[in-house]
């Protein structure tokens, strides 16, 4: 299952080394639920999660916490990868959604202890 909204999104990586890749799925879940995101199904190679009201980001809203994003989280064992794919709709009235984002993105790099974070795509 692979799920993706038309309009704006961006990939992120994180790079692991092998140690951290034990129970990487597990911790991706607990990670993301305790930032208030409720897992939505399951990818090819990962997770999906979705968190914000649709009807803040109708009305123009711009706190992150708010703003509806679906986030496909692929885990890419063999480059020891994990791709974080944040989908919003056109409506999502926020300038800067990679800025947004990095927090989020930032404290999941130091709780899975991952060696780099770099944006790979942007649209």
């Keep these: 299952m692979q799920i993706v909204m038309e309009g704006r999104n ?9 140690s951290n890749i034990d129970k990487v799925e597990e911790k991706l879940n607990d990670f993301f639920v305790s930032n208030g995101y409720k897992p939505i199904g399951y990818a090819d190679k990962g997770l999906i999660f979705q968190k914000g009201n649709r009807i803040f980001t109708y009305a123009g809203l711009t706190n992150w916490n708010y703003v509806f994003r679906i986030v496909n ?6 480059k020891r990868e994990i791709l974080l794919t944040y989908y919003f709709s056109w409506w999502t ?7 947004a984002a990095i927090p989020e993105v930032k404290e999941l790099q130091i709780y899975l202890g991952a060696n780099s974070l770099k944006v790979i795509k942007f649209r």
């Design 93 to 99: 009235n926020i300038g800067i959604l990679v800025r």
């Design 73 to 78: 989280v692929d885990i890419v064992n063999e």
């Design 10 to 18: 961006f990939v992120i990586a994180l790079n692991l080394d092998r």
